[in-house]
């Protein structure tokens, strides 16, 4: 039952993951911009290179923030991982002298020699 659980929760994450890479893709090109738009507003000396730089900042700036749903493709990109974690995890088995196949062998061993 819990396999069948992580299946739903991990198809319903792939579902919005798929439909917010558009947004996604337009986010990370948006963020270049601005940050290459920071770096040459950094690095001009003139006023006009700093107010073209400027208006391209805030131009990605605003194209940035037109895509802020993409940070459900994110979320939804790490469910998919956690998901992915814990269907894969190994289970752990306990050994206790009770389940030791050796142990009882030896006890019953033990119990034939007397």
């Known amino acids: 039952m819990k396999k069948f659980g992580l299946f739903i929760v991990?198809?319903?994450a792939a579902l919005v993951l798929l439909s917010q890479v558009g947004p996604m893709v337009?986010?990370?090109?948006?963020?270049?911009?601005?940050?290459?738009a920071y770096k040459q507003f950094t690095k001009s000396d003139s006023t006009g290179?700093?107010?073209?730089?400027?208006i391209?900042?805030?131009?990605?700036?605003?194209?940035?923030?037109?895509n802020v749903p993409?940070?459900?493709g994110?979320?939804?990109?790490?469910?998919?991982?956690?998901?992915?974690k814990k269907w894969n995890r190994e289970k752990t088995t306990v050994v206790?002298?009770?389940?030791?196949?050796?142990?009882?062998?030896?006890?019953?061993?033990a119990e034939l020699n007397k």
């Open 10 to 12: 991990g198809g319903i």
């Open 26 to 36: 337009g986010l990370i090109i948006s963020l270049a911009i601005l940050y290459f």
């Open 49 to 54: 290179g700093k107010i073209l730089w400027g």
């Open 56 to 66: 391209v900042g805030l131009i990605a700036l605003s194209a940035s923030i037109s």
């Open 70 to 72: 993409a940070i459900l």
């Open 74 to 84: 994110i979320v939804a990109a790490y469910i998919l991982y956690v998901v992915y």
């Open 96 to 109: 206790t002298e009770s389940s030791d196949p050796f142990t009882n062998f030896e006890k019953q061993w």
